[in-house]
Nanobody, 115 residues
Framework: QVQLVESGGGLVQPGGSLRLSCAAS????????MSWYRQDPGKDRELVAA????????NYADSVKGRFTISRDNVKNTVYLQMSSLKPEDTAVYYC????????WGQGAQVTVSS
C-alpha cells in the first residue's frame, strides 16, 4: 500500500534551517509529482512547494520563495524540503503529498520556529 513517512521536523530558532524528508513506498515514485503542504491550527492546509516527477520543474508559495527548496531523489524514493531563514510564521505541521487523481498524504511533521 502507499506509504509516505515524513521526518526531520522539530524546534528551530528564527533564522535557522531544517530539512524535511518524505520516504515513499508502495508505488512507482518516479512517475508521480510530489508536493509539500502545511497547516496551522485553525487555518486551511496550504501548498508550500511542488515538484514534477522528474524533478525538472518546481513551484513555490510566494511566502517561501527564496527560502525553501524542494527536491527529490528517484533512486531513494524520497522528496525533501530544505527550509532556510525560518520565521515564526512558518510554524505548522508539514505534510508530504503524492499528487495525482487520488492524492495520498503522509502523517505530518511538526515544525516550530521560536526563540
Amino acid at each position: 500500500q502507499v506509504q509516505l513517512v515524513e521526518s526531520g521536523g522539530g524546534l528551530v530558532q528564527p533564522g535557522g534551517s531544517l530539512r524535511l524528508s518524505c520516504a515513499a513506498s508502495g508505488f512507482t515514485f518516479r512517475t508521480y509529482a510530489m508536493s509539500w503542504y502545511r497547516q496551522d491550527p485553525g487555518k486551511d492546509r496550504e501548498l508550500v512547494a511542488a515538484i514534477t516527477s522528474t524533478g525538472g520543474s518546481t513551484n513555490y508559495a510566494d511566502s517561501v520563495k527564496g527560502r525553501f527548496t524542494i527536491s527529490r531523489d528517484n533512486v531513494k524514493n524520497t522528496v525533501y524540503l530544505q527550509m532556510s531563514s525560518l520565521k515564526p510564521e512558518d510554524t505548522a505541521v508539514y505534510y508530504c503529498r503524492r499528487d495525482g487523481r487520488v492524492p495520498y498524504w503522509g502523517q505530518g511533521a511538526q515544525v516550530t520556529v521560536s526563540s
